[in-house]
Structure formats: C-alpha cells, structure tokens
C-alpha cells in the first residue's frame, strides 16, 4: 500500500525514499529479495517497479511532485540503488518475476503530476543523458550481473524537449511518438538491451491525461485507436487495465472490441502485422526467459 491493492499477508516494505536514505544498496536489494519471493508465492510473474525517477525538482507551492515514489535526487545512486532492487526480486524469485522500471525516461523534473496531465520535461539531450536517463542506462547495461537488468521499462507519457524539440500543446507523449522511442532505443546505452529482447510497456492507457490529450472537446474517447497508437510507437505491452471507451458499459467491453480491431487490422495492414509480431516475439522471449520449460 499504497502500490499495489493486496492489502495483508505479505510484508510491509518502506517506500523507496525511506531506502535511498539509508544509503546502502544492500538494504535495496534484501527488500527486491522479500518482493520477489513473496510474488512468487503468490504466483504473480510480472511488477511495475522500482521507480527510477531522479527526484530533480521538489516542490512546496501546492503542487505534487513524485514524493516518496525515488529514492532520491542523486542519478548515481537512484541507479544504484535500483540494480540491487532489481537483482533482489530476481533472486528471491528465482528469476520468475519479470521487473518492469518505471517510469522510462524519468519524470523527476516534470512540470505537472503525469496522471491527471501530459506532463513535459524541459532539458535538452544532454541533461536528460545526464540527470534523468542515467539510472536507466545502470540497469540495462549487459555487462554487469544479468540478476540486475530489467526486463522492461514502463514508458512514461510525459513529453521530452531532447527527443521531440519544441514543445506544444499538440505535442504528442513519447509513449505516442514513434520517432522519440526510436531515438531513445537507438542510444547506445540502450540499443543493446533493446536487441537482446527488452520490453517496452505502455502507461495506463486509461489515465485522466491520456483521456484530455485525446478527447479535448470531451466528443469521444476512442479506445482501440489510442491502443493501434502506442502499439504503433513501439509499446509491446499495453497496459489497459483502466480504459474505458466512450458509449462501453466497463472496461471489459472495451479491451474485447480493443483485440478484434486488433484482430482485423492484422489481417489488413502489414505494417501492423510486422508490429505485432515483433512485440509477441520479444513478451514469449519473456516467458521463455521466467519458464525454462515453456
């Protein structure tokens, strides 16, 4: 509580700042290790987290920033401390939770809470290489101890000024923008995460954010099209867990008309078919990855 909703019988872990703050990463790692072992148990295979947002801007004037969700403000040890997190749950696991990192490339410096709103961040290329991507290049570098990459990286749907320039209201969030997420895959620090079978997740595709970015004049939400956009961008995993079309009873109904559109335009439009298949391959490598016998 309050990141995740099973509310008793497992332990009761500190928040990530309470860890950054001790300053040791092995106090990160054993408390992945009760994470990973207790989802395990549970029989849960996949978790949103650590966060490895840098807690660049702090604010006091009535406006959220991430809180206790980092563990700090310094990219060295943010990234340090989310290895030995992540090594923890794949070792208490024994390597049967996938970690997904949140949230990709960082919100640590955004102008507004990134749930209600399409949140930007104004720092040339540079600074994000140096302040907000750094934690992320630790966890997806193949040549340190695989228990501590990350599987996947939930990517945020914030607006970067380093990879789309220009910021307007019109703007698109990289997790929309097909030409940002292959200028960040195509960084050398990520490039060969990427081609050794990384995921990339989508954000809550239902968010309030998402909903005000596409339906402005508030005329209709059109679900399967925000869904064929973040597949398109390069999501492979596309979290709708709370997407609710305009004139659908529930969720439910939504994500079923979601998979037969999804169904059709296979069969239509290669370009879809060749996205599909890429993302289907990369989630099997996944499974193959977490069940040896699969």
Excluded: C
Excluded at 51 to 60: A, E, K, M, Q
Excluded at 264 to 281: G, I, M, N, P, T
């Amino acid at each position: 509580v309050p990141g995740d909703q099973i509310l008793s019988g497992v332990t009761n872990l500190p928040n990530q700042m309470t860890i950054g703050a001790t300053w040791k990463s092995d106090l990160a790692q054993s408390a992945g290790f009760i994470l990973g072992k207790e989802m395990q148990a549970l029989g849960i295979n996949m978790v949103f987290g650590p966060s490895l947002d840098v807690l660049d801007i702090v604010r006091t004037a009535g406006r959220d920033d991430l809180g206790v969700r980092s563990f700090g403000g310094n990219p060295f040890w943010v990234g340090k401390m989310g290895e030995a997190f992540i090594n923890g749950v794949h070792t208490g696991s024994e390597n049967q939770v996938a970690v997904v990192a949140t949230n990709f490339p960082g919100n640590g410096s955004s102008d507004r809470q990134p749930e209600t709103e399409i949140a930007t961040v104004r720092k040339t290329l540079e600074q994000l290489l140096q302040n907000e991507l750094a934690p992320f290049f630790v966890v997806t570098d193949l040549k340190q101890d695989q228990a501590g990459i990350v599987d996947g990286l939930l990517l945020s749907h914030s607006r970067y000024q380093g990879f789309q320039g220009s910021i307007r209201p019109s703007t698109k969030p990289v997790s929309f923008d097909p030409v940002a997420v292959d200028a960040m895959m195509d960084l050398p620090q990520l490039s060969p995460w990427r081609e050794s079978g990384g995921m990339i997740i989508s954000d809550d595709l239902g968010s309030e954010a998402v909903r005000k970015f596409v339906d402005t004049l508030s005329t209709g939400f059109d679900a399967r099209q925000v869904a064929r956009t973040a597949l398109m961008a390069g999501n492979d995993l596309l979290y709708m867990g709370n997407i609710i079309a305009s004139g659908d009873a529930e969720s439910y109904i939504t994500v079923e008309r979601t998979i037969d559109y999804f169904v059709q335009k296979y069969e239509e439009d290669s370009a879809f078919q060749v996205r599909v298949d890429d993302a289907v391959l990369r989630i099997l490598q996944l499974k193959r990855k977490i069940y040896p016998s699969f």
